[in-house]
């Protein structure tokens, strides 16, 4: 019916655009809400969502109790909700399309299936039509059928729908998200709103959660906060370590740094009644030993814990951690990576070792002490030789006098990276210089004298003590 | 207990009138003493109890290795034995396009304490700033400080107040060797009580927290010491012929106290070793005097330093290289050398 026939018939009608990807963002907020239910939720089509409940309905007492549950909860939430439960997705799918609220014990699959239209065997609609060209109209109709012809004729997409709803062959659901190894949770009578109560919250979980942890011999390097609140919205909030982690009260200082970060994005409404803590990785937990004081030799373990803890607050890339790099490009020889990824050092640094050292050269180049992240044109109005350092030098618009040069030192590209480079544009001369008062600067020179179509051009780079 | 607290009192009394007499701050006397009796060399009396130095109005007594000496006999002096360990101390730059100096001179003093153990140094810095002035490169700071690239951490904050709580955290740690936080002007929510904070902090870990600000302008803070750092024209590079003309050689700073509870203002030239990893004050190497060192060569007061080349240019052949630092006027304070006119 196109909008002209329907404003016809009903002049009043609101029209509303289809938005298909609002509509899936809204079944993904959904499958996150049913995460209370079971870790292995699946998105099914534009309108369905799996959940797999195996070993979690004894948890909301018994099936019965929780289809009515969930079923209740969506109606308060103001969904139309329809839902089946049984031994087979297959089953389960049809159950909840055409019949309603029904729970199928296991075993009676077929004698469910068996008067439904062919529609409930989750089949491709040319082959249904072909199905129902030769007179098979029902599921039961198909199972009575002879399966080698059916097979040839109608392919075999067929047989395994019919073989998965009878539980015949297994259907795996794959969830949407991973589920977590280990995770904790409590149940609310009474919302809570706080976040500080939110917080202690998080901490009565992770003593929970550190007795599996210890069993497990593992610590958390990736948590997540899980808040349901009321009205079906779900906040997600994880946090990262940089060393396995099972101690309670630092698991809930770094939800606290989280969550002071997030107060403005956490919307509490009328509060969270489901508050779930999980561990999304984990990793091999070394124990230390701890000497009569109390106090383990581990003198990182203060580093990495504050380091976490900036982490959770300001970003990934809060605390940062400088590493070499084999490149003679001056700003590729230093890279500044992420403390958490650096790699990790679990005994005492070792005292430098003369004899050890690798010999290093009589005269290393001198680096300057800072670096600009990107070179800053300067203008040189004049050198006092064609290839030779300039006289003076204009940089954030002051100018310089440069009374003592240094250089030049020629630093050439990287040709096994950069291949399509010309290599006499990105030849670099590198010079130190000092100005009249004493300031101590890195410049260079991109390109040599002689090209007429490309010019070189000077930058600043870095500025020496 | 009453009675020696009253006794301390009445000591700290005496120390403070005797100070007035003499003109001098009471508290450098502590370390006056203490250098007078290093200068004669035999002062057993007072070896007694000669690890104390009065840091404020006589209520706080610290050990000496309360304080981190740079090295420089003069500024050690001046600031009655180095920079506080346990506190805050504000390293300014003038503009920011000193930031090369000021981190390098602080650079100096994290090397300084660095000496002999192994623990990490975090480095906090607006995004700001590290685009303005440059990030700290680590393949410089390893060939001129020592500095260890795993030993650097580095804290990027976009905003100040995420800067300054970072520091505050990292204050409180005594994991950590010292913080360096690095800022540029003079930001309203670094006041005093900002500072105030992380002074408290830094005192109760006993660990150094430097607060460099750049382009700042000095305001009231809770540092107890504040130096304004400048680059100074490097030397030429040292080599067995002799100075090797045109050559930039080792970094050099110019330090002036610009607020202090036990020194006068002053100023100093320094120069830091990247060999040795230490100080060295710059002797002029000309001994052209910013003041004349006589009018109408009547009175050959003695220019300080050594003179080197060229010794036969009227009066100054008959100076004494030994004179050291006294002061060619009376009015003129101690602790400022005639500096280079260049």
Same mark, same amino acid.
């Given at each position: 019916?196109?909008?002209?026939?329907?404003?016809?018939?009903?002049?009043?009608?609101?029209?509303?655009?289809?938005?298909?990807?609002?509509?899936?963002?809204?079944?993904?907020?959904?499958?996150?809400?049913?995460?209370?239910?079971?870790?292995?939720?699946?998105?099914?089509?534009?309108?369905?969502?799996?959940?797999?409940?195996?070993?979690?309905?004894?948890?909301?007492?018994?099936?019965?109790?929780?289809?009515?549950?969930?079923?209740?909860?969506?109606?308060?939430?103001?969904?139309?909700?329809?839902?089946?439960?049984?031994?087979?997705?297959?089953?389960?799918?049809? @159950?909840?399309?055409?019949?309603?609220?029904?729970?199928?014990?296991?075993?009676?699959?077929?004698?469910?299936?068996?008067?439904?239209?062919?529609?409930?065997?989750?089949?491709?609609?040319?082959?249904?039509?072909?199905?129902?060209?030769?007179?098979?109209?029902? &599921?039961? @109709?198909?199972?009575?059928?002879?399966?080698?012809?059916?097979?040839?004729?109608?392919? &075999?997409?067929?047989?395994?729908?019919?073989?998965?709803?009878?539980?015949?062959?297994?259907?795996?659901? #794959?969830?949407?998200?991973?589920?977590?190894?280990? #995770?904790?949770?409590?149940?609310?009578?009474?919302?809570?709103?706080?976040?500080?109560?939110?917080?202690?919250?998080?901490?009565?979980?992770?003593?929970?959660?550190?007795?599996?942890?210890?069993?497990?011999?593992?610590?958390?390097?990736?948590?997540?906060?899980?808040?349901?609140?009321?009205?079906?919205?779900?906040?997600?909030?994880?946090?990262?370590?940089?060393?396995?982690?099972?101690?309670?009260?630092?698991?809930?200082?770094?939800?606290?740094?989280?969550?002071?970060?997030?107060?403005?994005?956490?919307?509490?409404?009328?509060?969270?009644?489901?508050?779930?803590?999980?561990?999304?990785?984990?990793?091999?937990?070394?124990?230390?030993?701890?000497?009569?004081?109390?106090?383990?030799?581990?003198?990182?373990?203060?580093?990495?814990?504050?380091?976490?803890?900036?982490?959770?607050?300001?970003?990934?890339?809060?605390?940062?951690? @400088?590493?070499?790099?084999?490149?003679?490009?001056?700003?590729?020889?230093?890279?500044?990576?992420?403390?958490?990824?650096?790699?990790?050092?679990?005994?005492?640094?070792?005292?430098?070792?003369?004899?050890?050292?690798?010999? &290093?050269?009589?005269?290393?180049?001198?680096?300057?002490?800072?670096?600009?992240?990107?070179?800053?044109?300067?203008?040189?109005? &004049?050198?006092?030789?064609?290839?030779?350092?300039?006289?003076?030098?204009?940089?954030?618009?002051?100018?310089?006098?440069?009374?003592?040069?240094?250089?030049?030192?020629?630093?050439?590209?990287?040709?096994?990276?950069?291949?399509? #480079?010309?290599?006499?544009? #990105?030849?670099?001369?590198?010079?130190?210089?000092?100005?009249?008062?004493?300031?101590?600067?890195?410049?260079?020179?991109?390109?040599?004298?002689?090209?007429?179509?490309?010019?070189?051009?000077?930058?600043?780079?870095?500025?020496?003590? | 207990? !009453?009675?020696?607290?009253?006794?301390?009192?009445?000591?700290?009394?005496?120390?403070?009138?005797?100070?007035?007499?003499?003109?001098?701050?009471?508290?450098?006397?502590?370390?006056?003493?203490?250098?007078?009796?290093?200068?004669?060399?035999?002062?057993?009396?007072?070896?007694?109890?000669?690890?104390?130095?009065?840091?404020?109005?006589?209520?706080?007594?610290?050990?000496?290795?309360?304080?981190?000496?740079?090295?420089?006999?003069?500024?050690?002096?001046?600031?009655?034995?180095?920079?506080?360990? !346990?506190? $805050?101390?504000?390293?300014?730059?003038?503009?920011?396009?000193?930031?090369?100096?000021?981190?390098?001179?602080? $650079?100096?003093?994290?090397?300084?304490? $660095?000496?002999?153990?192994?623990?990490?140094?975090?480095?906090?810095?607006?995004?700001?700033?590290?685009?303005?002035?440059?990030?700290?490169?680590?393949?410089? $700071?390893?060939?001129?400080?020592?500095?260890?690239?795993?030993?650097?951490?580095?804290?990027?904050?976009?905003?100040?107040?995420?800067?300054?709580?970072?520091?505050?955290?990292?204050?409180?740690?005594?994991?950590?060797?010292?913080?360096?936080?690095?800022?540029?002007?003079?930001?309203?929510?670094?006041?005093?009580?900002?500072?105030?904070?992380?002074?408290?902090?830094?005192?109760?870990?006993?660990?150094?927290?430097?607060?460099?600000?750049?382009?700042?302008?000095?305001?009231?803070?809770?540092?107890?010491?504040?130096?304004?750092?400048?680059?100074?024209?490097?030397?030429?590079?040292?080599?067995?012929?002799?100075?090797?003309?045109?050559?930039?050689?080792?970094?050099?700073?110019?330090?002036?106290?610009?607020?202090?509870?036990?020194?006068?203002?002053?100023?100093?030239?320094?120069?830091?070793?990247?060999?040795?990893?230490?100080?060295?004050?710059?002797?002029?190497?000309?001994?052209?005097?910013?003041?004349?060192?006589?009018?109408?060569?009547?009175?050959?007061?003695?220019?300080?330093?050594?003179?080197? !080349?060229?010794? !036969?240019?009227?009066?100054?052949?008959?100076?004494?290289?030994?004179?050291?630092?006294?002061?060619?006027?009376?009015?003129?304070?101690?602790?400022?050398?005639?500096?280079?006119?260049?």
């Amino acid at each position: 019916m196109g909008i002209a026939d329907a404003r016809a018939m009903h002049p009043s009608i609101d029209i509303v655009e289809a938005d298909p990807e609002a509509d899936r963002r809204l079944l993904e907020g959904l499958a996150d809400w049913c995460d209370r239910y079971t870790p292995l939720v699946a998105l099914d089509g534009a309108d369905g969502l799996y959940l797999d409940v195996t070993g979690c309905t004894h948890l909301f007492g018994g099936e019965r109790a929780m289809l009515d549950d969930i079923l209740a909860r969506f109606f308060q939430q103001g969904f139309d909700v329809r839902a089946g439960l049984a031994a087979t997705p297959g089953a389960a799918w049809a @159950a909840a399309r055409f019949c309603g609220d029904r729970i199928i014990p296991s075993g009676e699959e077929e004698a469910l299936l068996a008067p439904l239209p062919l529609a409930a065997l989750r089949i491709e609609p040319d082959i249904r039509a072909s199905l129902e060209s030769v007179g098979l109209r029902t &599921a039961g @109709a198909v199972m009575a059928a002879p399966r080698a012809p059916l097979a040839r004729r109608f392919g &075999a997409s067929l047989l395994l729908r019919l073989d998965q709803a009878l539980g015949r062959l297994d259907e795996a659901v #794959s969830p949407r998200l991973p589920v977590a190894p280990l #995770s904790v949770e409590r149940h609310l009578a009474e919302p809570v709103v706080l976040t500080a109560e939110i917080e202690r919250l998080v901490e009565m979980l992770a003593v929970t959660l550190k007795v599996d942890l210890e069993r497990r011999g593992e610590g958390a390097r990736m948590l997540a906060l899980l808040l349901f609140r009321v009205d079906g919205a779900v906040s997600r909030i994880a946090v990262g370590t940089s060393r396995p982690l099972r101690e309670p009260k630092l698991i809930q200082r770094l939800f606290h740094e989280r969550l002071t970060a997030l107060e403005q994005d956490i919307d509490a409404g009328y509060g969270f009644d489901l508050v779930r803590l999980s561990v999304l990785a984990a990793a091999a937990f070394d124990m230390q030993q701890a000497d009569l004081t109390g106090e383990t030799e581990d003198d990182g373990a203060d580093i990495a814990l504050f380091a976490d803890r900036i982490r959770a607050r300001l970003g990934d890339n809060a605390v940062l951690k @400088a590493v070499a790099v084999e490149s003679h490009l001056p700003e590729r020889a230093v890279a500044t990576i992420p403390f958490s990824e650096a790699p990790q050092r679990t005994t005492p640094p070792k005292k430098p070792d003369r004899k050890d050292a690798p010999p &290093a050269t009589i005269f290393p180049p001198e680096r300057p002490i800072r670096l600009f992240r990107s070179p800053e044109p300067i203008e040189v109005p &004049a050198t006092e030789m064609p290839e030779g350092p300039p006289l003076h030098f204009r940089w954030r618009r002051a100018l310089y006098r440069v009374t003592r040069v240094e250089g030049p030192e020629r630093i050439a590209a990287e040709w096994w990276h950069e291949a399509m #480079s010309d290599p006499v544009t #990105s030849t670099r001369d590198y010079f130190r210089i000092e100005d009249a008062d004493g300031r101590r600067y890195w410049l260079y020179r991109q390109g040599l004298y002689g090209n007429p179509q490309v010019p070189p051009r000077w930058f600043m780079h870095g500025v020496f003590a | 207990m !009453a009675t020696s607290a009253v006794a301390r009192e009445t000591v700290f009394a005496l120390r403070r009138q005797i100070a007035k007499i003499e003109g001098t701050l009471p508290e450098r006397l502590a370390a006056g003493e203490r250098a007078r009796a290093r200068a004669d060399g035999n002062a057993p009396d007072l070896d007694v109890a000669p690890d104390i130095t009065i840091i404020r109005r006589g209520l706080a007594v610290a050990s000496p290795d309360a304080f981190l000496p740079t090295g420089v006999e003069r500024l050690d002096a001046a600031l009655s034995g180095g920079l506080p360990k !346990a506190a $805050l101390s504000e390293i300014h730059g003038l503009e920011t396009r000193n930031a090369g100096a000021v981190a390098g001179f602080v $650079l100096s003093l994290v090397s300084l304490i $660095l000496k002999g153990q192994a623990l990490p140094v975090l480095w906090i810095g607006t995004s700001e700033i590290f685009r303005e002035a440059g990030f700290p490169y680590a393949k410089g $700071l390893q060939g001129l400080f020592g500095i260890a690239p795993e030993q650097l951490l580095f804290s990027e904050a976009p905003k100040l107040t995420d800067a300054l709580w970072v520091a505050e955290e990292a204050a409180k740690m005594t994991a950590l060797a010292a913080v360096i936080l690095e800022i540029r002007g003079s930001p309203h929510r670094l006041d005093l009580t900002a500072t105030r904070r992380l002074h408290a902090r830094a005192q109760s870990a006993g660990r150094p927290v430097f607060l460099l600000r750049q382009a700042g302008e000095a305001e009231p803070t809770a540092a107890p010491v504040r130096l304004i750092v400048s680059g100074a024209p490097a030397t030429s590079r040292r080599t067995i012929a002799g100075p090797l003309a045109d050559s930039i050689g080792r970094p050099a700073f110019t330090v002036s106290i610009g607020k202090s509870r036990t020194a006068l203002l002053g100023q100093f030239t320094l120069e830091w070793n990247p060999d040795e990893h230490r100080f060295e004050e710059r002797r002029p190497e000309n001994s052209v005097a910013v003041v004349p060192a006589s009018r109408g060569g009547a009175d050959p007061a003695p220019a300080p330093g050594t003179v080197v !080349a060229f010794p !036969a240019v009227g009066s100054f052949a008959a100076i004494s290289p030994t004179a050291g630092n006294q002061p060619s006027r009376p009015q003129r304070p101690a602790h400022i050398s005639p500096r280079r006119a260049g």
